[in-house]
């Protein structure tokens, strides 16, 4: 078993609709969540980072994080064809504990 | 948010040639550094994380003798892939962070390196 696991897609959505990108873990000792953008052939860009259980919220995206059920999500309110990409959640514990990726989930907002 | 440079963007050169890619953290003094190499439509595989003034731990499967890795500073790493043969063909990106990780020590990715070897 992966101690991330994202389902990669793709997933294709009509402009406008509610996006939800999921990953699960199995490491109950990450503490703090991430997610990455990433257009094609370019470097990953941060999005959110939260710590611990809970939601954040920056514009269009909420980040939640359900540390009971090992479980993270990302959603994407009123998707813009400009949120084609692919998304990769991650995980990190303290310390010196690794990063660890998940697969990525390709997404395509259909205009 | 931080940003990290890398250079050259892409690079194209002959089989046996040796190649050093350059890692920048502009605005913060990244303490650890990491190396990734992509395939296409495929997720990050890290390839070795460096801790400045100190030698790179590499991940399993990774020659250390062929990519070679140098965090001199706390703004600059280097990755030199030798003798590069074209099954090194890739998309590396390396990533900073400010510290170990925890709270406003978030990872930040370079625009990443293509590297085609003929």
């Known amino acids: 078993q992966k101690e991330v696991e994202q389902d990669p897609g793709p997933l294709s959505v009509p402009e406008g609709a509610i996006v939800s990108l999921n990953c699960t873990y199995s490491?109950?000792?990450?503490?703090?969540f991430m997610w990455y953008r990433q257009y094609s052939r370019k470097g990953p860009e941060l999005l959110m980072y939260t710590y611990s259980s809970g939601n954040k919220e920056d514009g269009r995206f909420t980040a939640q994080v359900d540390k009971s059920s090992k479980y993270i999500s990302l959603f994407i309110r009123d998707s813009q064809p400009s949120d084609s990409a692919t998304y990769l959640c991650?995980?990190?514990?303290?310390?010196?504990?690794?990063?660890?990726f998940g697969a990525g989930t390709r997404l395509f907002v259909k205009a | 948010g931080a940003v990290v440079s890398q250079h050259p963007s892409r690079v194209i050169c002959k089989s046996g040639t040796s190649v050093k890619i350059e890692c920048r953290s502009l605005?913060?003094?990244?303490?650890?550094m990491f190396w990734y190499r992509q395939f296409p439509k495929q997720s990050l595989m890290l390839m070795a994380t460096?801790?400045?003034?100190?030698?790179?731990?590499?991940e399993q499967g990774v020659e250390k003798d062929k990519f070679l890795i140098n965090h001199a500073s706390l703004t600059l790493s280097t990755l030199t892939v030798t003798s590069a043969h074209p099954e090194d063909s890739s998309f590396y990106i390396c990533?900073?962070?400010?510290?170990?990780?925890?709270?406003?020590?978030?990872?930040?990715f370079g625009p990443g390196t293509r590297l085609t070897v003929l």
């Open positions: 991650a995980m990190s514990g303290t310390g010196g504990f690794k990063t660890i």
């Open positions: 490491n109950s000792a990450f503490q703090y």
């Open positions: 460096s801790n400045e003034g100190s030698k790179a731990t590499y």
């Open positions: 990533s900073a962070r400010a510290g170990l990780a925890g709270v406003g020590n978030e990872q930040f």
């Open positions: 605005d913060f003094q990244a303490t650890t």
